[in-house]
């Protein structure tokens, strides 16, 4: 009775449309994929479609100019070069200080701490913009710093990239197994010794990535830098971090606003000069990652 | 300059200070346990007490010395035909700074620039006498710190507490960081909300900020119609798109793809979250804008706008789907193995269990990570600014163009505005009110998520 009533033709039908919906389940999960990917494929070629006539040697090495034809990207490639070390300068040290010392030496519970731990979590979550109007408010109309200088704008981008060197400094310093703290204190090193001799040293290569990925981040931000007006029409590279400058993200806003068609090669050409920095960059941050992960 | 060459000889002689302290603390080493500290920690306790009072004083000095300065140049006869009114005063004065450290600024009245020599010789004698006051401490705490040389001294105690304040200091640079950015939108909202008052402000229907003061200011600045703009595009357009396509990649990543392809395809999802904002504005309104507006053409739309919230929104939402993707894949893999094998055990299907059983227990942990993705969506700013326009407009139409809370802020601050008229300060309460959505939203997403974790552990 009961195998027959698995082999009726109603429980066949059953299970067919039960195992079609399975299918087609699947099928929209590798859609959904492939619909992603595709857009980005998408961006990508047409990027490269744009862009890939207009870089040579004379664009990678040029300064921005009204004339499409003989603008180049080495301007802003410098501004942004100059922004990124005094974003490096501040909060790499800033950052895994701050990581040593809510992971090591906290105190544990006491309301001040989770302070600090909730405005981390929270800043790393703050949109760029936000950064932009406390440059502005701060650094320009406070301190007078000189504006759009790749000092300011260094600055604006540290306080925004640091969040993210602490987390991701904590969770490398989290990471290092306790046994590498009881040894260094067993053998009579005072907790100081412990951390900046053993754990540190360890926890490097998690922090060197969660670096370069927020370095990443902050190559690639143009909001914040609007805000303090970091958008100069820089003709000669600039020679230091108090000179007006641009950044490359912000020669790519300023060079789409332009009406002129020879801009769009332009434009495209600078992003996919941007991209290849980038995807460098994460490159190298995937590498450390595999080459340096301990398992333990 | 000078204060360029202060640090250099503070931070010499302190590498000076090093070395001697380590010369001096090895001679006292006579065998194991006669020191202390190693010699290396005497050196850098001997290098602190060099370092940190020179460079204190300094820091002092150059708080203290520009009104010095001031005084001394206004008792100057060169500055004996000054106007009396401070204004005015204060004006020259400022001139006769800037030309006195770049001859080549500008010069609008005559009187700077004959006190512009003046004020040189003064603050080039004030730094001087800056710059041997902060030697003298140099040395004096070097002499110090070289007494505090002995067998006896607890030299690693010291400096292990000094760096502990500073990594204490290190840390607390976020809750500043929070402060400021609070103090700071606070402090320039007051100003705005003093000229016009928040419930016209947060109510008004209508958005057209100009200069100038008056009663009838609070009519322009209605901000009701960007907050729509930005939740229409952020809060709907973008998470049409970005929760079915993160969903189910999440859900096809986790549950069907072979450990090899995911291998490949999550990294490959992950490159949509690295690809600059401006990127994707440029492409947004150099692609997608013009084939939404032919679409929006051939709908019969009536000159359809080549800005539009829907160019932006879809942008935006592919944007987020990586986000929105690797939350769900945490919340799913959250949910406990058993709960999936019974369901399998009864006899569901794979879709069946995903549908059913694991979606729904995800489901906490899927709602914070669209709220965090809302609060990045509508923070976004150079996709609107580049694809959505200007016009800021109540509408439904997603061929419309519409403007943003983030739009509105670049383009009140970009330019060369006055900067104190209400004008300018409303971008700052268009921040905070964009910064306090923002907070509550990460709040409640981060306070949903540790609820949801507590429950399956």
């Known amino acids: 009775?009961?195998?027959?009533?698995?082999?009726?033709?109603?429980?066949?039908?059953?299970?067919?449309?039960?195992?079609?919906?399975?299918?087609?389940?699947?099928?929209?999960?590798?859609?959904?994929?492939?619909?992603?990917?595709?857009?980005l494929a998408f961006l990508l070629v047409t990027m490269l479609a744009k862009g890939l006539g207009g870089l040579d040697l004379a664009f990678l090495t040029g300064s921005d100019s009204t004339d499409a034809s003989v603008a180049g990207v080495w301007g802003a490639a410098k501004g942004s070069i100059l922004t990124m070390a005094v974003t490096l300068a501040l909060s790499f040290p800033l950052g895994v200080l701050a990581a040593v010392y809510l992971e090591e030496f906290a105190p544990k519970g006491q309301?001040?701490?989770?302070?600090?731990?909730?405005?981390?979590?929270?800043?790393?979550?703050?949109?760029?913009?936000?950064?932009?109007?406390?440059?502005?408010?701060?650094?320009?109309?406070?301190?007078?710093?000189?504006?759009?200088?790749?000092?300011?704008?260094?600055?604006?981008?540290?306080?925004?990239?640091?969040?993210?060197?602490?987390?991701?400094?904590?969770?490398?310093?989290?990471?290092?197994?306790?046994?590498?703290?009881?040894?260094?204190?067993?053998?009579?090193?005072?907790?100081?010794?412990?951390?900046?001799?053993?754990?540190?040293?360890?926890?490097?290569?998690?922090?060197?990535?969660?670096?370069?990925?927020?370095?990443a981040r902050a190559l690639g931000e143009t909001a914040p830098l609007l805000m303090i007006g970091m958008r100069a029409f820089v003709v000669t590279p600039p020679g230091g971090f108090t000179d007006p400058a641009s950044v490359m993200p912000m020669q790519i806003f300023l060079w789409s606003d332009e009406i002129d068609q020879g801009f769009v090669q332009n434009t495209s050409a600078a992003i996919i000069v941007l991209l290849v920095l980038l995807m460098a960059m994460n490159g190298l941050a995937i590498y450390l990652r595999n080459k340096f992960e301990t398992r333990w | 300059?000078?204060?360029?060459?202060?640090?250099?000889?503070?931070?010499?002689?302190?590498?000076?200070?090093?070395?001697?302290?380590?010369?001096?603390?090895?001679?006292?080493?006579?065998?194991?346990?006669?020191?202390?500290?190693?010699?290396?920690?005497?050196?850098?306790?001997?290098?602190?007490?060099i370092v940190i009072p020179a460079l204190l004083v300094w820091t002092i000095w150059a708080g203290i010395s520009p009104a010095m300065v001031r005084d001394a140049v206004l008792a100057d006869p060169a500055a004996a035909q000054l106007p009396a009114s401070d204004f005015e005063r204060d004006a020259i004065l400022g001139e006769a700074r800037r030309l006195a450290a770049d001859p080549a600024a500008a010069v609008f009245n005559p009187l700077a620039a004959g006190l512009a020599d003046t004020f040189r010789s003064v603050k080039l004698r004030f730094d001087l006498i800056g710059a041997a006051l902060a030697l003298l401490a140099a040395f004096a705490g070097g002499a110090f710190g070289y007494t505090q040389v002995r067998p006896d001294f607890p030299a690693r105690t010291r400096v292990e507490r000094a760096t502990l304040s500073v990594l204490l200091l290190a840390s607390l640079i976020a809750v500043l960081t929070t402060a400021g950015i609070v103090l700071s939108l606070l402090y320039e909202s007051g100003i705005f909300f003093s000229a016009v008052s928040p419930i016209d402000f947060l109510t008004g229907l209508h958005w057209a900020p100009k200069t100038g003061s008056g009663p009838d200011l609070g009519k322009d600045f209605g901000a009701v119609p960007l907050f729509w703009g930005t939740l229409f595009i952020g809060a709907i357009i973008a998470m049409i798109v970005a929760i079915p396509l993160g969903l189910m990649s999440a859900v096809f990543l986790t549950q069907y793809a072979s450990a090899?392809?995911?291998?490949?395809?999550?990294?490959?999802?992950?490159?949509?979250?690295?690809?600059?904002?401006?990127?994707?504005?440029?492409?947004?309104?150099?692609?997608?804008?013009?084939?939404?507006?032919?679409?929006?053409?051939?709908?019969?739309?009536?000159?359809?706008?080549?800005?539009?919230?829907?160019?932006?929104?879809?942008?935006?939402?592919?944007?987020?789907?990586?986000?929105?993707?690797?939350?769900?894949?945490?919340?799913?893999?959250?949910?406990?193995?058993?709960?999936?094998?019974?369901?399998?055990?009864m006899g569901a299907t794979k879709s069946e269990t995903i549908k059913r059983v694991l979606l729904p227990a995800a489901l906490p942990g899927i709602v914070a990570g669209v709220m965090l993705a809302v609060s990045r969506a509508i923070g976004e700013t150079m996709i609107v600014v580049m694809a959505a326009g200007a016009a800021a407009r109540l509408s439904i139409n997603p061929f419309d163009s519409m403007t943003t809370v983030t739009y509105q802020i670049v383009q009140l601050l970009t330019g060369d505005q006055e900067f104190n008229s209400p004008k300018t300060l409303s971008a700052f309460a268009l921040g905070l009110v964009l910064f306090v959505v923002t907070l509550a939203l990460n709040i409640v997403a981060l306070r949903v998520v540790k609820k949801y974790r507590e429950a399956y552990d």
């Open chain 2, 1 to 49: 300059m000078i204060s360029q060459f202060v640090l250099v000889v503070v931070l010499g002689l302190g590498a000076a200070g090093w070395f001697a302290g380590r010369a001096k603390a090895r001679l006292l080493y006579t065998g194991r346990g006669s020191l202390a500290a190693m010699p290396g920690y005497h050196a850098w306790h001997l290098l602190l007490w």
């Open chain 1, 111 to 215: 309301r001040w701490v989770e302070w600090v731990e909730v405005s981390i979590n929270n800043l790393a979550a703050v949109p760029s913009i936000i950064f932009g109007l406390l440059g502005l408010a701060l650094f320009i109309n406070f301190l007078h710093l000189p504006r759009s200088s790749p000092l300011v704008g260094g600055m604006t981008l540290a306080l925004m990239t640091m969040p993210v060197i602490v987390i991701s400094g904590r969770n490398a310093i989290k990471a290092v197994p306790p046994s590498i703290r009881d040894a260094a204190l067993a053998i009579g090193a005072s907790p100081v010794q412990s951390v900046f001799h053993h754990v540190l040293p360890l926890a490097l290569p998690g922090i060197l990535t969660g670096t370069i990925i927020g370095m």
């Open chain 2, 260 to 345: 090899r392809m995911r291998k490949w395809l999550k990294p490959a999802l992950e490159i949509l979250a690295g690809i600059p904002t401006v990127v994707y504005g440029y492409f947004a309104a150099l692609t997608v804008a013009p084939l939404v507006r032919d679409f929006a053409a051939a709908m019969g739309s009536q000159n359809p706008s080549s800005e539009s919230a829907l160019a932006a929104g879809l942008v935006m939402g592919v944007m987020i789907i990586p986000f929105v993707s690797s939350m769900a894949d945490d919340s799913i893999a959250a949910v406990p193995q058993a709960m999936r094998d019974g369901s399998l055990a």
């Open chain 1, 1 to 39: 009775m009961i195998s027959s009533s698995w082999q009726s033709p109603d429980m066949q039908r059953r299970l067919a449309s039960r195992h079609s919906a399975e299918r087609r389940f699947k099928a929209t999960g590798l859609f959904a994929i492939v619909l992603s990917l595709g857009f």
